[in-house]
């Protein structure tokens, strides 16, 4: 380029996303000085177009600052731009979209699809209530037991005989022949007693089953709000991609007009494919989201948008509160306290097992020797003697014992894991409260002023680039916080009930007494 060289070219900085400011530039032998204000002035325009908005602030600054910075890092330590301009076909090409491995659903881009399904968390709530197959096992508990109950209380079947005797003798047809009909009267109340038994029993699966539908509706939200969060940072992390390919561009066109150097090229090409990873990976953890709701849910769900609110809407109550309502209400609780009144049932009806049943059997017959009609009857009654039911008694005794126990022992439980969970949920609402209250708004002015002070040549562009990554990360985990709240909250609320996909819960706990040829 020769010395005396006068003319000034117009220096047009483009992205992909469209023109963005238009300036001068001096030719080459120009002073360092000079070129150093023209830059200044090129970011400047483009970050005080970034900061019209709240959403542009974060889209266009990245995009020129963290390729900018390099350039005026690498001018201050060289003395000036590189000695050779390289034409634009030998320029090394903007990277292309990863390859490797592609999950086709990855492909699918619900933004330019108007037609897809949105997703919100009352439909997949209705549809879990519908096809989650849990819920079904649980309700199909309750059903047995009523079923029990009804075979539990049934009065013994009476008994037809036919009874010959000596037939045959001196070849006759025998010295009697007849029928005898025998029926046994329970007492002492027990069918009474075992049916009323198996229809607490089913109280105690009613509980159980109210605790599955708990256990689907919070894993179904709690998965939901995962899902609602990907998708959140997902569009941050597409703001940020524009920003990388914006900063690529122009990198390039400051190359072309001597105000950058072959390294921030290929620098601007590593840190647009590096944010296109981090894209990817974001639009991963978001299918695997929308995958793991689909089988809670129990039916397919298509990869498509969510639709929702993060944000929390009221606190929740102090601890002590809370916990006497999980106390009070959980269906955990309720069905523990069900299972001792079906414990001391069993007692009252093993107690009275031993009383024993009356047997009359009787009939008509033909005594074949005399010639005449004859009738039968008898009446059978067990003797207690040795066996008077001690030992299922004591057993039923203990099971009363060990489910007094067991209640208190689910209380105590229900307050180490509300423990837990108030503390996650607390120091998750301080965190989202305060971000939105002072670190965001602080963060936004932050950058603001770095921009002002930019302009006013008071400090570097590498500063503005830092200020502008801590305002994204800011808000990234704002979302994450704004998540855990939402979670813990739901799974308070719930009465801290998870596994969507466990297998119901039977009324009867391990070894209890269950194992008899009737119900009783």
């Given amino acids: ?32 000085d000079s070129e ?27 995009s020129m600052g963290q390729m900018m910075s390099m350039d005026r890092s690498m001018t201050q330590s060289l003395g000036g731009v590189g000695d050779q301009v390289l034409p634009e076909s030998d320029l090394p090409p903007l990277p292309d979209m990863p ?10 881009d619900y933004a330019d699809n ?30 047995a037991e009523t079923s029990k109950a ?34 046994r009267f329970v007492t002492a109340g027990k069918l009474q007693l075992s049916r009323l038994k198996y229809r607490q029993r089913a109280h105690v699966a009613e509980h159980l089953a109210i605790a599955q539908t708990y256990r689907v509706t919070n894993a179904v939200e709690v998965q939901f709000i995962e899902a609602l969060a990907a998708s959140m940072r997902l569009e941050l992390q ?32 590593v840190m647009l494919q590096k944010q296109r990873l981090e894209r990817m990976a974001t639009e991963n953890e978001y299918r695997d989201a929308l995958r ?21 809407s009221n606190a929740l109550e102090s601890f002590d509160t809370v916990l006497a309502r999980l106390i009070t209400e959980s269906p955990e609780v309720l069905a523990a306290r069900a299972k001792l009144r079906v414990d001391q049932t069993t007692v009252r009806r093993e107690q009275v097992e031993w009383i024993p049943d009356i047997t009359v059997q009787g009939g008509p017959g033909y005594n074949f020797s005399n010639g005449d009609d004859v009738y039968n009857a008898g009446v059978q009654i067990e003797l207690p003697i040795y066996d008077r039911n001690q030992g299922t008694i004591r057993q039923a005794c203990q099971d009363l014992r060990r489910q007094q126990f067991e209640i208190q022992r689910m209380e105590l439980h229900l307050k180490e894991r509300l423990a837990s969970a108030y503390r996650t949920y607390a120091t998750a609402l301080q965190h989202a409260t305060e971000y939105d209250r002072v670190v965001i708004p ?65 009324p009867v706990p391990p070894g209890h007494i269950d194992a008899v040829a009737k119900p009783r």
């Avoid at 997949?124 to 199909?140: D, E, S, Y």
Wanted: proline residues 3%; hydrophobic residues 35%; glycine residues 8%.
């Fill in 442 to 506: 602080e963060m936004r002015a932050a950058y603001r002023q770095l921009l002002v002070s930019y302009k006013d040549n008071r400090i570097a562009w590498p500063d503005v680039l830092e200020g502008q990554r801590d305002y994204f990360q800011a808000r990234m985990e704002q979302i994450d916080q704004f998540k855990h709240v939402r979670q813990q909250e739901t799974m308070i609320n719930g009465f801290l009930l998870d596994g969507g996909l466990m297998a119901a819960e039977g």
């Fill in 114 to 143: 108007a037609t897809v399904e949105i997703h919100t968390l009352e439909t997949v709530l209705a549809l879990a209530a519908g096809n989650n197959p849990t819920i079904q096992q649980a309700r199909l508990h309750v059903s």
């Fill in 292 to 312: 793991r709701l689909s089988a809670i849910v129990g039916v397919p769900l298509s990869i498509g948008p969510t639709e929702g609110e993060l944000r929390p």
């Fill in 150 to 183: 009804l075979q539990a209380g049934l009065y013994p079947n009476p008994v037809l005989m036919y009874v010959g005797e000596k037939i045959g003798s001196d070849g006759s047809a025998g010295e009697f022949q007849g029928f005898e009909v025998s029926q």
């Fill in 36 to 62: 150093s204000m023209k830059r200044r002035l090129l970011h400047l325009l483009i970050a005080l177009t970034a900061t019209t908005t709240y959403q542009t602030v974060v889209a266009q600054d990245a």
């Fill in 99 to 108: 390859s490797g491995f592609a999950d086709f659903d990855t492909a699918y």
């Fill in 238 to 269: 597409r703001e940020i991609e524009k920003t990388a390919e914006d900063g690529a561009v122009t990198t390039r066109e400051q190359y072309n007009q001597g105000q950058a150097n072959l390294t921030a090229v290929r620098r601007a090409n």
């Fill in 1 to 32: 380029m020769q010395s005396n060289c006068t003319t000034t070219p117009t220096i047009k900085v483009y992205t992909l996303h469209g023109y963005v400011a238009e300036g001068s530039s001096t030719a080459r032998h120009h002073s360092k």
